[in-house]
């Protein structure tokens, strides 16, 4: 009879979490295949295919929507979470539960036309973007971005209360980085500055190396090999019967994908061969992550990334900490040497170590170095914070942008295909995301702590050309977590301490000082 009764709970509980389970993966579903049409729109899309593309990926969203939003989805985890049995569940289940029931309040705030036209103008605007920028006409593009803007500041105030989000940017930001507001990101991001400075004036304020060598050409061909090296060294698997990854070219480069096909993308300059090899390693830092999630929670909610700024952690760790080690490049020079000719014969590994930390200020984000990169998330991060909470208008950020980048890093913006549509974020509603790539680099400085005292050795195979140990690390101490923490618990959970600036200045300072010599 105890064992009847017994069996009876196990069984409703089971079956009550199983009907959960079920509605994300169908959900995971739909939207692997929105990343996909997302991929091919970028890629392999003709021109005329946008209006139609338009409508697909606005269908997916409207059906994700309908899915998630559905009385039978809200009832399912109204049972769950009022079930008699709910505190037997454990901490993943209960995860599970509140992700889904965090989607589910959210989801239910928008309402569906508005889900739809956002994704239609978001795959408008980036296609105007791309002709725009090439044009370098601002005007043909800031209609555009004014009615995404419009679109997304309806949905930010829409989720305002449910999210707990004292002005429409927070509601933006919390998407991107949950829990983590305007004012938060403010002061950390004032200390980082004050950090950053000081790096910048140090560093230049030496002996500059030789960079004239970076702009020698390296045809597209060889720039193919050179990146499937890249994804070699990172074991990213493009290659094999097996493989879950591949690379291909476009405007701006990114990554896309769940799980077991996973894609990054990347643009070839021939006289800038520098630029494929570090958006390659950026971007493959992110496609590891997503491929490293627990198997066992694919289609769940728990198995997704934790936050953007987490995943940009795992990419600008790959991208920098390794990707501009002398390790690395103590290892990957005789092999670039090799597959260039006579391109690179009389260069150095000390020489394309300096060149490629190289510290200036410069006008684009993606190429910028380690040290002044950081201002370029502060330019945007304000200008989007003035742009939602301080009465900017859509039509003064050229002004705005170009005056930032005179004072923050001395540079003059001679166009806006240069200065503010260099990006393709905005374009594509993506509000809110760019301070996930500086707290990307904080997250990086409390992970390395905790690796260089689990992994000492971690450099030294680098430089034997082994990622293999450092991946399995990345594995055990932030992969295998998915989104069982919210990024800041997360944080202390690995590594025992709050989300801290100082070890990223310090990585900065101790790097550059080796590597200069003061």
């Known amino acids: 009879m105890i064992f009847d009764s017994v069996l009876l709970f196990i069984m409703t509980i089971t079956k009550e979490y199983g009907k959960l389970l079920d509605m994300t993966k169908e959900l995971a579903v739909v939207g692997s295949a929105g990343a996909i049409l997302q991929w091919d729109m970028e890629t392999k899309m003709p021109p005329r295919g946008v209006g139609l593309k338009s409508e697909q990926l606005a269908w997916i969203q409207k059906v994700a929507h309908q899915m998630l939003t559905s009385p039978k989805s809200g009832s399912l985890i109204e049972s769950l979470q009022k079930h008699k049995d709910y505190g037997s569940l454990d901490n993943v289940q209960k995860r ?64 305002m209360d449910i999210k707990g989000a004292k002005e429409p940017y927070d509601a933006m930001i919390d998407s991107f980085e949950p829990k983590m507001t305007a004012a938060n990101i403010t002061r950390i991001f004032d200390e980082m500055k004050k950090g950053l400075i000081h790096g910048m004036k140090k560093v230049m304020d030496q002996e500059q190396p030789n960079v004239d060598f970076l702009e020698r ?13 890249m994804a070699k060294f990172m074991l990213y698997d493009i290659k094999s019967e097996m493989a879950g990854g591949r690379i291909d070219t476009t405007e701006h480069p990114f990554t896309t994908g769940y799980y077991t ?41 728990t198995g997704m990334s934790t936050s953007y700024g987490v995943h940009e952690s795992m990419s600008r760790f790959i991208e920098n900490m390794v990707g501009r080690s002398p390790e690395f490049w103590g290892y990957y020079m005789p092999r670039l040497r090799e597959l260039t000719g006579d391109t690179f014969k009389d260069i150095s590994e000390e020489q394309m170590l300096k060149a490629t930390n190289y510290v200036t200020p410069s006008k684009i984000r993606i190429e910028a170095d380690e040290v002044t ?40 913006i001679n166009d806006d295909s240069e200065g503010v549509m260099q990006d393709t974020h905005w374009a594509a509603g993506l509000f809110g995301y760019f301070p996930s790539y500086a707290l990307g680099n904080i997250y990086d400085g409390v992970w390395l702590t905790k690796l260089e005292k689990d992994l000492p050795e ?18 055990e101490n932030v992969y295998k977590y998915g989104n069982l923490y919210d990024p800041e618990d997360l944080v202390e959970h690995v590594a025992g301490s709050k989300l801290v600036v100082k070890p990223v200045i310090n990585y900065l300072e101790q790097k550059f000082q080796a590597i200069y010599g003061y």
Do not use: C
Not at 386 to 401: I, K
């Open 217 to 229: 050409s390296v045809p597209e061909d060889v720039q193919v090999k050179i990146g499937e090296d």
């Open 261 to 301: 096909d996973v894609r990054i993308t990347t643009n070839y300059h021939e006289n800038r061969f520098i630029s494929s090899i570090y958006s390659i390693l950026h971007e493959g830092g992110h496609a590891l992550y997503e491929q490293g999630l627990p198997m066992e929670w694919m289609y769940t909610s």
């Open 373 to 412: 990169y950081g201002m370029h998330i502060i330019i945007r991060f304000e200008i989007e914070r003035d742009l939602f909470n301080g009465g900017l208008e859509v039509s003064e950020l050229p002004q705005v942008w170009n005056q930032k980048y005179e004072e923050y890093l001395g540079v003059e």
């Open 458 to 475: 971690w450099k030294h195979h680098i430089a034997n050309g082994s990622f293999k140990e450092t991946k399995e690390w990345l594995r």
């Open 96 to 159: 599970n539960v509140y992700l889904a029931r965090k989607a589910y309040d959210e989801a239910t705030m928008l309402p569906e036309a508005l889900v739809v036209e956002i994704a239609k103008q978001q795959t408008i605007g980036v296609n105007v973007w791309k002709k725009a920028k090439a044009a370098k006409d601002w005007k043909r593009f800031m209609p555009e971005l004014t009615k995404i803007k419009e679109l997304k500041e309806k949905e930010a105030t829409l989720l």
